[in-house]
């Protein structure tokens, strides 16, 4: 399996060491598989009586094609391990009717980037010996709030890497900041960055894209490469658990084999949702996929209009971790749905208007697959206490992605097809809002309304999130965007 950029400027190929090695590619883009892989029926059928890891593997093994099935294999058993995952890596929860959430956030962090980002780490330290690199790789990470946290989680004191994550002072909820600045370990660096998440973002990017930033590091000994859901890495491990989801369906008797679910999923940047797209594509039987927003609704008024506007107002939300305007893995799909020609173009539209229009050709195409919608503040909390009153407690993005499954459902024919809503965080990363939407009022200490909610609903603090109070805070540094680049060579040098 070979990839590409999905603005194909230069028409070179990669492999897949070398793509999880770079990252973003040098034209901007992102990488993407040259072709896709089949995934049989035959072989769903062999994955239903597999555990996590080994469904892992195998499905890994389709696009990393210079990794052995034994190396797989060994990586995903130690990520998706017990110990780490407690109560499952991705279980399924039936909530009510056809309504199931897919609990992503049983691992280290209680987010469900830690699917993709216990692994990742693993398998760039394969790469680096697969492609002879002898330098230090130096993660960049812009967080908005959970990728940070994993990212750190996953890399800590991984050999010949380092990493630094930038968050927004004010952008990520008290939890996630608290995780982040007692961070563990001897390579790691955290620092808040005044703006929001895409002031990050963009700072982060233009890192990448600064020639004369690469060749200071590399005199140091350093090549840049990312974390962020723009790295193929990331991408591939989330494919696994739609697939998982699709055996864990046909093992519980709910479908028979060829029968669909649909997908909804709480989005951001659009790399969770895009990795369900691409089991589909690999013939997975997905009916719809359905695009989750908050109040930054910006997907939802693209999938209805076909124009990508970021020219509009910014909103703070309760689920920070899909408060984004800029959806990067977007360009993934219209990679897909109109090729590399027209995405150069759509994106340098974005670069300099902040917008673009896809061609109804292209609409028509996006619309076979996916439809939006968005939840509100008051309809995200709403949709928590409704569901807390019937005994399942979720968290504020979980809630998002619920109440769009609901507006869903009310509006198609879709009442007996399965729905898989992505759970993506547990209700404690973010407990003090999840509090308030019972109509309770949150005391001012984060960690004092896990306590309270924890003994309002009998359910228990993740093992991630207990005695985070008590940690030792090692990073309290916050800087302007401008100062990113300082930041990191002088990080660079203490490493
Ligand atoms: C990252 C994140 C999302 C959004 O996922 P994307 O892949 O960026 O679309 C949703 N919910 C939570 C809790 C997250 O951490």
Known sequence: MRFQSTRDTNQEKFTSAQVIRKGLADDGGLFVPESIPSLTFEEIKTLCSMDYASRA???????????????LLEDCKKAYSESSFVGGAAPLHHVKDNLYTQELWHGPTAAFKDMALQIMPRLLSRALKKTGEQRKALILVATSGDTGKAALEGYRDVDQVCISVFYPVNGVSKIQKLQMVTQQGQNVNVCAIHGNFDDAQTGVKRIFADANA????????????????????????????????????????RITLGETMNVCVPTGNFGNIFAAYLAKLMGLPIGKLICASNKNNILTDFLQTGTYDRNRQFHLTMSPSMDILISSNLERLLYFVAGAQQTKLYMESLARNGAYTVSDAVKARIDADFCGYFADEMQTAETI??????????????????????QYLNQSNDQ?????????ASPYKFAA??????????????????????EHTGTQ???????????EIRFDKTIDSKDLLQEVLGFADTQ
């Open 461 to 471: 603090i993740p093992y991630p999130l207990v005695g985070l109070g008590e940690r």
């Open 416 to 424: 007996d097809v399965p729905m898989v809503v992505a759970s993506t």
């Open 433 to 454: 809002d999840v509090y308030t939407s019972l109509g309770k009022a949150a005391p001012a200490d984060p960690l004092q309304s896990q306590a309270l909610l924890s």
């Open 57 to 71: 593997a195998f499905i890994l093994g389709k696009y990393l094609s210079d990794y052995t099935h034994e190396e």
């Open 385 to 406: 206490r409704k569901y807390a009153k019937d005994g399942y407690l979720m968290d504020t993005h979980t809630a998002v992605g619920v109440c769009c499954a609901e």
């Open 214 to 253: 690469a060749k200071m590091l590399n005199d140091k000994g350093f090549f840049l490469s990312s974390a962020n859901s723009i790295n193929w890495g990331r991408l591939a491990p989330q494919i696994v658990y739609y697939v998982s989801a699709y055996c864990d369906l046909l093992n519980a008797g």
